[in-house]
């Protein structure tokens, strides 16, 4: 199992607003190859609520509520896809590791649920993750 970030998620999804560099052109099609896995359900992944929260408030914003549900409806349904909760101490745990290794809360909360579940793959495209050892970033882009 690995954990897929939000990242991953907005830019298989979000329309762009510009021409695509180079770059951003091939990390958008990294991102479609591994939901299209995820979508026919070639691999397993986790995910948390606030992760996904993140995901469904910036397609909302964005795109419309009914893109937000249908993406929601869409992950929920997913057999493949584990949706970790969050408590309080959960992030009690990330404002440490958040501070330690100079990340967001939420990819110090990502970190600590990895943890939690033993998995140290993830899917991303945020670089800050690299300041977190013992993590293995995927997709090398």
Same mark, same amino acid.
């Given at each position: ?63 419309? @509520? ?5 993406? @929601? ?21 990330? @404002? ?19 943890? *939690?579940? *033993? ?14 050892? *013992? ?7």
């Amino acid at each position: 199992m690995r954990f897929i970030d939000s990242s991953v998620f907005l830019h298989a999804f979000l329309k762009p607003r510009r021409r695509l560099s180079p770059r951003e052109a091939t990390i958008k099609a990294e991102a479609k190859r591994i939901i299209k896995r995820i979508d026919e359900e070639e691999e397993n992944v986790a995910t948390t609520v606030v992760h996904l929260s993140e995901v469904v408030n910036i397609i909302e914003a964005r795109h419309g @509520l009914q893109k937000s549900l249908s993406f @929601l409806a869409r992950i929920l349904k997913l057999e493949n896809v584990e949706v970790l909760g969050v408590t309080a101490r959960d992030y009690e745990k990330a @404002l440490i590791f958040s501070e330690k290794y100079y990340v967001s809360i939420n990819d110090a909360l990502a970190y600590v649920k990895m943890v *939690g579940s *033993g998995v140290n793959e993830i899917y991303t495209f945020d670089r800050h993750f690299k300041n977190i050892p *013992g993590i293995i970033i995927l997709p090398k882009v």
